[in-house]
């Protein structure tokens, strides 16, 4: 098919009246419309006002979709141990099946065509099948909890271990290579070293599965994994292998300067999630030390509870924002770069090759826009609108792989409003009361 508007390959060209043509799940074609048009006479047409690669989201909780609004106004520890854990403990396997798709479902309604996504302890082949079916790219991963952790969550390190496994088998490189694999610890807090040590030999062992945990978030953690380990958080993941090209690691907003070098020399990949890191009062990660240190920066929404939505452009605005303020200085992470953490930075943290920004011979993961709104008016600068102005509703047009998941701003592989009447019964019948004092006894 033929896709024409306004084209926004990368972040550094704009074509006007231009196309892109899709042959299958490839992009065959890029330029103005009237040349792609020739190449490819027969191709069927949809017009969008801007035409641009499927986001990535690079840390999210699909899962926790469900918690959206139970837990707002806490900061991390209190937010997890008396909301999160409990919440997740309580789950069973058709509620988390609920609650993956409410994630998807928001994902292509916004424009995320991949997604890095920490699930949950338990269930987790409800949300692979759930990411399948509804066709987006994703990278996910089963939690590992072993110590520290709620009665429900907490596992036998060996246990928790061989499901990995079991799950690697069954789903990564499954849906026709869509969906992969993230070997997923929690956090150090959670983990013993034991279980740490065997996420890094899980993915030494099968080709192309990734590493997933979350780092550095806020003081409190640092301090228990300090006072657990005698050593400073990433230099803790680095001992026990949890660093190098393979790793994505959410946050890392309290590093120093000997830990953003280890982040540096093994090419580990950072996820900042600014809305997150603002709304729990976790700190400011150093994102524009991190660039300067050639660092890839990618960016997510984390989860619906913490945030609270999965939309990706909000969370540009957000991570422009916040750098230029506490830099004070307006200059950094101009929209270019906020433009690439949010696409092929984050196809290179989930490890995907050909994705990230529309050119032949790559996966045809596209989005369509619609500016017919006030907010798109008037409209000097495509990449300033995009970054600064644009909402995940103004996505019109989700594609992964060629597939059309959403046109004309209608769900074509789910019944969204399905999705959202079984969402809001799950919803109404939680009840996290017994796993929160489980759960309360285990906070450091
Ligand atoms: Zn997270």
């Known amino acids: 098919m033929l896709l024409s508007g306004t084209i926004v390959p990368d972040s550094s060209t704009i074509i006007e009246n231009g196309a892109v043509a899709v042959d299958g799940s490839e992009i065959a074609a890029v330029g103005k419309r009237q040349s792609v048009r020739a190449q490819y006479p027969d191709f069927p047409e949809q017009q969008y006002d801007i035409v641009m690669p499927g986001m990535v989201g690079s840390h999210i909780h699909s899962v926790q979709s469900l918690g959206r609004g139970i837990s707002d106004d806490t ?11 409990p919440m997740e403990a309580t789950m069973d396997a058709a509620q988390m099946e609920v609650a993956a798709k409410l994630g998807y479902l928001e994902l292509i309604e ?59 088998e069954r789903y990564h490189g499954s849906f026709n290579d869509r969906i992969r694999y993230a070997v997923t610890p929690r956090f150090a807090v959670s983990c013993t070293e034991e279980c740490l040590r065997g996420a890094r030999r899980l993915a030494d062992t099968y080709d192309g599965v990734r590493i997933h945990t979350h780092a550095s978030e806020n003081q409190g953690e640092i301090e228990t994994v300090e006072a657990d380990t005698g050593k400073r958080n990433i230099e803790w993941l680095h001992e026990v292998g949890l660093t190098g090209e393979d790793v994505v690691l959410a946050h890392c907003v309290w590093t120093d300067e000997a830990e953003r070098e280890l982040l540096a020399e093994t090419g580990t990949h950072v996820t900042h999630c600014p809305s997150s890191n603002m709304k729990l009062a976790s700190g400011i990660a150093p994102i524009v030390d991190y660039l300067d240190r050639g660092i890839n920066v990618a960016l997510g929404n984390d989860g619906p509870p913490c945030n609270n939505t999965l939309d990706p ?10 750098q230029k303020v506490d830099q ?32 032949p011979g790559w996966r045809a993961d596209i989005i369509g826009l619609s500016t017919d709104s006030t907010r798109g008016t008037p409209l000097y600068e495509i990449l300033s609108y995009l970054v600064f102005a644009a909402r995940g509703e103004d996505v019109q047009f989700t594609m992964v792989d060629g597939e059309i998941l959403m046109e004309d701003g209608t769900v074509t592989v789910a019944d969204a409003d399905e999705i959202r009447q079984e969402a809001t019964a799950v ?18």
């Open 427 to 444: 919803a109404e019948s939680l009840d996290i009361s017994d796993e929160r004092a489980s759960a309360q006894e285990q906070k450091p």
């Open 313 to 322: 452009f909000t969370e540009m605005k957000q991570a422009s924002v916040l």
């Open 110 to 168: 916004t424009g995320t065509t991949t997604a890095i996504d920490h699930l949950s302890v338990a269930h987790a082949d409800r949300a692979f099948e759930a990411a399948g079916e509804m066709g987006i790219r994703g990278v996910l991963g089963k939690v590992l909890m072993d110590q520290r952790s709620p009665d429900g969550l907490v596992e036998e390190t060996q246990m928790a271990l061989d499901e990995t496994e079991r799950l690697i």
């Open 75 to 85: 900061e991390l520890l209190d937010w997890l141990f008396d909301y999160i854990l």
């Open 328 to 359: 004070l200085d307006p200059t950094v992470t101009p929209m270019s770069d906020i433009f690439e953490m949010a696409t092929i930075n984050g196809a290179k943290a989930a490890g995907f090759d050909r994705l990230g920004k529309l050119s």
